[in-house]
């Protein structure tokens, strides 16, 4: 038996919680305490260092945390990458600005369309930080230019409202105005669409979906805009909500399809954020032929937060809560050979609790895995992580 499946069989759970896509609770936000590692540019990067290892020591992440190597312009890999970046974690913010050289894409998760704003498609702007924005751009060089494509979540339309949107060209129109509008004000260089779950969970049919991201994705294309279009990983035996017939009829019209291939546990199903051979497949499924230069077209998901399963359910940690966790963790972080991520066990005040966080060893895995698939990378979120990962980039 997998090591990560006894865990299963030793916590109970009563609830859900999907935490990655949402802000922390006051709770949590009220009870953060900063864990004191140093944070700085050294001389030598992770691998110079001899960090990514397979039996990493809680005693070097916490002393390592945080430095990274001083030549944050030097990639390692030339694939497209993709940086969200949360509100709620403005540490992806500053994190966006000193690794700018690694990425070619962020993605500042501000923009919503919410039901009752699609009859004059007001488009929340009240997130957008324009003073980041213009320091941003000012990195920006002739060896080195980050994009910025601003998420657009469609969040909580009626069934009514996506079927009218898709019939009626003139809304449709003012809602390609509405955002191309918003790019000009901002200098954006186009959006994130984070819509194929949304639509689809209002019950609309598929082929409405379709149709309306086509409309939008051609209608933006042609004011010069890109598209990046969110869309679900499969889930093994499960009919696939994004199969291999819609990436092949949207992949002429869509730049990029970021793939969320995280998220593979949860509290009543306790496990790996991202099991390797998951990820793969999920990339296979979708383009099969090993060279289909469409493989470059899809950003394979990397997690850089984690998960602390509790008996009680536990949820979503980042950085700061792992170090902090970490201090007090006095036995070895296990890995789990077929997810390929790292694990560990700890007893805390409600009882036994297992800790999944990505390390330097299994993220430059997913990188080695990205290389050979030639897919692209996209990162969620930038606010998340530790300084040391983006030496793998």
């Known amino acids: 038996m997998n090591l990560w499946l006894s865990i299963i069989c030793v916590l109970a759970f009563s609830?859900?919680?999907?935490?990655?896509?949402?802000?922390?609770?006051?709770?949590?936000?009220r009870n953060r305490t900063k864990v004191e590692?140093?944070?700085?540019?050294?001389?030598?990067?992770?691998?110079?260092?001899?960090?990514?290892?397979?039996?990493?020591k809680?005693?070097?992440?916490?002393?390592?945390a945080g430095l990274y190597c001083k030549d944050t312009k030097i990639r390692h890999f030339t694939g497209e990458i993709l940086g969200y970046i949360t509100p709620w974690n403005s540490d992806g913010l500053e994190t966006a600005k000193i690794f700018?050289?690694?990425?070619?894409?962020?993605?500042?998760?501000?923009l919503t369309l919410s039901s009752g704003n699609t009859s004059k498609f007001h488009i929340t702007t009240h997130d957008i930080r324009k003073k980041w924005l213009k320091q941003i751009k000012a990195f920006n060089d002739h060896n080195h230019t980050v994009r910025i494509l601003p998420r657009v979540l469609f969040e909580n339309l009626l069934p009514d409202d996506v079927v009218s949107l898709n019939v009626d060209n003139q809304r449709k129109s003012q809602l390609v105005s509405a955002l191309v509008e918003i790019a000009k004000t901002f200098y954006f260089n186009g959006f994130v669409?984070?819509?194929?779950?949304?639509?689809?969970?209002?019950?609309?049919?598929?082929?409405?979906?379709v149709d309306l991201i086509k409309f939008l994705s051609k209608s933006l294309k042609n004011e010069n805009l890109e598209v990046i279009l969110a869309?679900?990983?499969?889930?093994?035996?499960?009919?696939?909500?994004?199969?291999?017939?819609?990436?092949?009829?949207?992949a002429p019209h869509i730049d990029y399809f970021s793939l969320m291939t995280y998220d593979f546990s949860r509290v009543?199903?306790?496990?790996?954020?991202?099991?390797?051979?998951?990820?793969?497949?999920c990339v296979e499924k979708l383009v099969p032929d090993n060279d289909d230069s469409r493989r470059s077209q899809i950003l394979m998901g990397l997690n850089f937060y984690g998960n602390d399963y509790t008996p009680e359910g536990g949820g979503p940690i980042v950085g700061w809560q792992y170090l902090k966790i970490l201090e007090t963790f006095k036995g070895k972080i296990l890995y789990d050979e077929r997810s390929e991520e790292h694990f560990f066990e700890y007893r805390s005040s409600v009882g036994r609790d297992y800790v999944f966080y990505p390390t330097l060893y299994s993220i430059n895995r997913r990188i080695d895995l990205a290389r050979k698939?030639?897919?692209?990378l996209s990162i969620w979120e930038l606010g998340q992580g530790l300084n040391y990962f983006y030496d793998l980039f």
């Open 15 to 29: 609830t859900i919680i999907y935490g990655t896509l949402s802000p922390p609770t006051f709770k949590q936000q």
């Open 373 to 376: 698939l030639g897919t692209g």
């Open 100 to 110: 700018h050289g690694k990425f070619t894409v962020l993605s500042p998760v501000w």
């Open 231 to 250: 869309i679900p990983p499969a889930r093994g035996s499960t009919p696939e909500t994004f199969s291999r017939v819609y990436f092949n009829e949207l």
């Open 58 to 64: 809680s005693s070097d992440i916490l002393k390592e």
């Open 268 to 281: 009543d199903r306790p496990g790996p954020n991202s099991p390797i051979e998951w990820v793969q497949e």
């Open 37 to 56: 590692n140093k944070k700085h540019p050294v001389h030598l990067n992770v691998q110079d260092r001899f960090l990514v290892v397979q039996d990493p």
């Open 193 to 209: 669409l984070e819509m194929w779950n949304q639509l689809l969970f209002t019950g609309v049919k598929i082929r409405l979906v």
